[in-house]
């Protein structure tokens, strides 16, 4: 499928509901009755009032004495202690220290995004600050000048234990006004839109908008950002920038994320790809005129990190593969992992050149861990899905250095 294609088929997706984004702190939350005790408060709510969930801010409001507030602060403090046992406090010196990277402006000398600034985004009450209070330092970070059509973007990408994609987000500014995406569960035209200059752009500026992606970010990092916040359908924007309960906070949300390549076994050699986190493949879904649908990958020899095995390239990939139908909703979900091995000359001869990955007879292990038990193949799911339109997302991962692609395709089964 063509790109333009994949724009005027995307065109024509149905709205769905709203990501509503936790309005920034503000100093209307604290007494006016006691001059110190509002200082104190609003110093308070600057810094972390991210995380004041709706319960402990009713609570806040209704403290108008220096004592009783700096009371609030101490057992705000305590439900969040990660280890009781020792004098130190571990989750607020992890957040004293992001507030001072942010306040010391760390981004501005960042390889990735060198000169980027908190103070011109809202400071500590901007989204970026949000961010990063939550989950600190991004594990890949991306900037993309814009043109007369379209923003300058920033993506930050989070992953988590598994490698996958936790979070996606994409920061648009336009004439130094700096926002925060929040358009995922919209129509694809809808979502372009936010990224237009212009107030009301037409289809065509769209499209220039599109290519203009697909041409200035061959690894896909802010179409995919477009696309899809999470690897996790479930995960939005809204719940990654809720005030996190101080229960689960401990446990799961403060925790850093480790990305890298720590899958990788210390006796095994690689050949990586020229891509630093991304896989260089292309899908293809095909269907003839007896209504079957085909999928194929095309990959880059130098695109993707082998295995070496003697003298022979291994690829090893993780793909998950669902299809959710746009009217009933219904999931239909393919999950993999495989193996494949081609000749070293052969991929050190090729650079340049794309390999077919036929993908219709791998076998489906989304349900089970037991390989003489497969559910069927790709194929049978393709075969076996009602008539209707289909958002397709796929997602494509090394097994081991855990680089990765991803897509989303709307297709049509008749």
Known sequence: ????????ALMVSAFFSVSIVEAAPSDKNCTSQDADAKKYCNDFMEKYGFFVTNPELKDLKSRHTLKSIEEFEADFWKKRDTDPNTSDNEFKIL???RLLEIQTEILTVDFDIPGTLFSSTGGLKGDMAHVYLFYGMPHIKRRLSGNQYMADLMTWYYFDENGRVLFRFLFINKLGRVLLFDRHNFSFEYRL???SMNINPTVYELQIILDYLFMRDPENLFYASVVEFSYYSDMTLSKALDPPDPISLIAERTKPLDFGQSNIPKDKEFIYGKFKSFIGANLAINGDKTNKISMELMVLYSGMDWEVIKDRGRGNFDLRISFQNKVTRAISEFEVRFSFEI???KIKANPDSYFRIE?????NYRNTNDPENPEGTLKDITASIEPGDYVVNIDLRDTYTRKYMSWQEHIIKK
């Open 359 to 363: 993908l219709d007879d791998l076998k």
């Open 1 to 8: 499928m063509t790109r333009r294609l994949i724009f005027f």
């Open 343 to 345: 000749d070293l000359a």
């Open 95 to 97: 957040i004293d220290r």
């Open 193 to 195: 839109e936010a990224l």
